[in-house]
């Protein structure tokens, strides 16, 4: 069982390194959404560094959304790489996504649960309540978006990253990103799965990168019982 991609389309040295760098910067080493130190995944298509509590909200929120990738144990696409530089790091994203955080508003702590996790999560990438309001827009977005919106508001995310002192580049990707047309990814719930036995795990130093096991979800069935609405039964292999 394995999610890795193939080495085709596998990200250059010169790339790996480049995203090396990016995340020894000093605002990339604290999670953006929790702070905790030292994090070691990222949203790929968001351009953060998060940590492993946090990148599980972010696979809650669909790819569509946010795209988690191990920092160390992932395989990375130039384009991938590409995308995280360009926005510069935590701090450039924050300043754009958390643009109107309210007034004396605790983001999570580290120790935060699970719940208040989601919840700022959800808010700050999916609903995006706090961005400028002019920049807001649901993902459930149609592709018939007139082009008019779309100008007005690249020019505007441009123009609040020249306000910032931020790159260019930082605008013209999140604006772009945020009004793309995406799909719909309905959330039910989080399951939890306690591994209670592996066999040929991969040798890995747990004590600098974080060890996980990758579960995928088989045939996915739909039944009908008498007198009973269907039911989701998915099979975990």
């Not at 955080?101 to 959800?122: G, T």
Request: proline share 4%; net charge positive.
């Amino acid at each position: 069982m394995n999610t890795h991609r193939d080495d085709e389309g596998k990200a250059s040295k010169g790339a790996l390194r480049r995203l090396k760098k990016l995340q020894s910067q000093p605002d990339n080493q604290f999670c953006a959404d929790c702070g905790a130190d030292n994090p070691k995944w990222a949203s790929a298509n968001i351009g953060v560094f998060i940590c492993i509590k946090c990148s599980g909200m972010h696979r809650s929120l669909g790819v569509h959304i946010s795209k988690v990738l191990s920092v160390t144990l992932d395989n990375w696409t130039d384009d991938e790489v590409d995308s995280m530089v360009d926005v510069g790091g935590n701090a450039a994203a924050n300043a754009i996504y958390e643009a109107f955080l309210p007034e004396n508003f605790q983001k999570p702590r580290p120790e935060a649960s699970s719940e208040e996790r989601s919840y700022f999560i959800r808010r700050k990438y999916e609903l995006q309540e706090f961005l400028k309001p002019s920049l807001r827009i649901a993902s459930s977005v149609s592709s018939n978006i007139n082009s008019s919106f779309s100008s007005n508001m690249s020019s505007s995310f441009q123009s609040k990253s020249s306000s910032n002192n931020l790159s260019p580049a930082l605008g013209k990707r999140l604006s772009s990103k945020i009004y793309q047309d995406v799909g719909m990814t309905e959330f039910v719930g989080l399951l939890k799965i306690k591994v209670v036995k592996g066999t040929n795990l991969a040798v890995r130093d747990v004590l600098s990168s974080d060890p996980y096991v990758i579960l995928t979800i088989g045939k996915q069935v739909n039944s009908e019982d008498t007198g009973h609405s269907k039911q989701f039964k998915p099979c975990l292999e």
